[in-house]
């Protein structure tokens, strides 16, 4: 069985990458069977390397789940071809192959013209994750509140706030309404409430300054960082995020630190997101446990000055990124 995932909403396609996987693992606890194939890593030679992994029988799974992650956007056109080639040849077989499923993920919408994008849609059984708006993500929302706790409930006008700010990040939109359900309950979610702990400015995350510093683009993280404040965007609720992201960053980099890389794994021990560890997994091992437990600190001594008076807070904000 071949899937094809694709869409704008790399969230959503996500979670359904982790369904299938979990599905897999009920016959396949080892993970012996699980290959992934990511083209942004991977630069050449992706083909060979799937038709060894869909050719060899392990010891311990004869299932297989192949992920071809980001083909299409990634990998070079003759990369592309050979695929392509490949499939047009055995998919009758791989069709009727109950033992192997395999995935193709794009995290964006591919050109409709390209070629293997068009075999996928008549070959695969397919997904489009569009962005969600309007009624599709106030229902979407609905639904997330009651998987996060059922008794949860949220008035109609929190919910048009919520739903209008987010441009149809359901990635951010996620760790709102978690955030919301856990601080409300067992009140209803109201429109104050969310206008308390919420930012609805979804375009400008916090997080890209943050991938900006872990990179070593001081400048890029700066410049980001103004165009948060020029926007009026309040710059307790950014310092409070860089708190949360960065505390995050910790756990994750503290997990891998004692060797563990597995991004389920970690989700599970840090009790974070798949997605939210997704994000955070080369930010975390690029900054490491040490320079991230430092930042921490010098985020505790900064909040400490804010609160007695001794600091502006938004020269505070500006010094940290340029200190750090």
Same mark, same amino acid.
């Given at each position: 069985?071949? +899937?094809f995932?694709?869409?704008?909403?790399?969230?959503?396609?996500? %979670?359904?990458v982790?369904?299938?996987?979990?599905?897999?693992?009920?016959?396949?606890?080892?993970?012996?069977?699980?290959?992934l194939?990511?083209a942004?890593?991977?630069? %050449?030679? $992706?083909?060979?390397?799937?038709?060894?992994?869909?050719?060899?029988?392990?010891?311990?799974?004869?299932?297989?789940?192949?992920?071809?992650?980001?083909?299409?956007?990634?990998?070079?056109?003759?990369?592309?071809?050979?695929?392509?080639? +490949?499939?047009?040849?055995?998919?009758?077989?791989?069709k009727?192959?109950?033992?192997?499923?395999?995935?193709?993920?794009?995290e964006?919408?591919?050109?409709?013209?390209?070629?293997?994008?068009? +075999?996928?849609? @008549?070959?695969?059984?397919?997904q489009?994750?569009?962005?969600?708006?309007?009624?599709?993500?106030?229902?979407?929302?609905?639904?997330?509140?009651?998987n $996060?706790n059922?008794?949860?409930?949220?008035?109609?006008?929190?919910? %048009?706030?919520?739903? @209008?700010?987010?441009?149809?990040?359901?990635?951010?939109?996620?760790?709102?309404?978690?955030?919301?359900?856990?601080?409300s309950?067992?009140?209803?979610i109201?429109?104050?409430?969310?206008?308390?702990?919420?930012?609805?400015?979804?375009?400008?995350? $916090?997080?890209?300054?943050? %991938? @900006?510093?872990?990179?070593?683009?001081?400048?890029?993280?700066?410049?980001?960082?103004r165009?948060?404040?020029?926007?009026?965007?309040?710059?307790?609720?950014l310092?409070?995020?860089?708190?949360?992201? +960065?505390?995050?960053?910790l756990?994750? @980099?503290?997990l891998?630190?004692?060797?563990?890389?597995?991004?389920l794994e970690?989700?599970?021990?840090?009790?974070?997101?798949?997605?939210?560890?997704?994000?955070?997994?080369?930010?975390?091992?690029?900054?490491?446990?040490k320079k991230?437990?430092?930042?921490?600190?010098?985020?505790s001594? $900064?909040?400490?000055?804010?609160?007695?008076?001794?600091?502006?807070?938004?020269?505070?904000?500006?010094?940290?990124?340029?200190?750090?």
């Open positions: 069985m071949i +899937f995932l694709y869409g704008e909403d790399s969230f959503r396609s996500y %979670e359904k982790l369904e299938i996987k979990k599905k897999f693992s009920i016959n396949d606890k080892s993970g012996a069977g699980l290959s194939f990511d942004k890593e991977e630069k %050449e030679n $992706i083909l060979k390397k799937f038709q060894s992994d869909l050719k060899n029988t392990g010891l311990f799974s004869s299932k297989k789940l192949l992920i071809l992650r980001r083909i299409i956007s990634r990998s070079s056109a003759d990369e592309q071809a050979q695929i392509l080639k +490949f499939f047009k040849e055995n998919i009758e077989k791989i009727i192959d109950t033992d192997c499923v395999i995935i193709f993920w794009e964006e919408s591919p050109r409709k013209n390209n070629a293997l994008f068009k +075999f996928l849609i @008549a070959n695969a059984k397919k489009n994750f569009e962005k969600l708006q309007d009624a599709k993500l106030k229902q979407w929302i609905l639904e997330r509140i009651k $996060i059922p008794d949860a409930v949220i008035s109609n006008s929190a919910l %048009e706030k919520l739903s @209008a700010g987010a441009n149809g990040d359901t990635a951010t939109l996620h760790q709102e309404i978690e955030k919301l359900v856990n601080f309950y067992p009140k209803m109201d429109e104050q409430t969310v206008n308390l702990l919420t930012q609805t400015d979804w375009e400008n995350n $916090i997080f890209k300054t943050i %991938e @900006a510093l872990a990179d070593n683009k001081k400048q890029t993280a700066l410049e980001l960082l165009r948060h404040i020029d926007k009026g965007d309040d710059p307790f609720y310092f409070s995020m860089f708190v949360y992201q +960065f505390r995050n960053l756990r994750i @980099a503290s891998q630190e004692n060797g563990i890389f597995n991004e970690i989700a599970k021990l840090a009790k974070l997101h798949p997605f939210v560890v997704k994000k955070s997994f080369h930010p975390a091992k690029n900054f490491g446990e991230l437990k430092n930042i921490f600190q010098k985020l001594a $900064i909040d400490t000055k804010i609160k007695t008076g001794k600091l502006d807070i938004k020269l505070a904000l500006d010094k940290f990124v340029v200190e750090l």
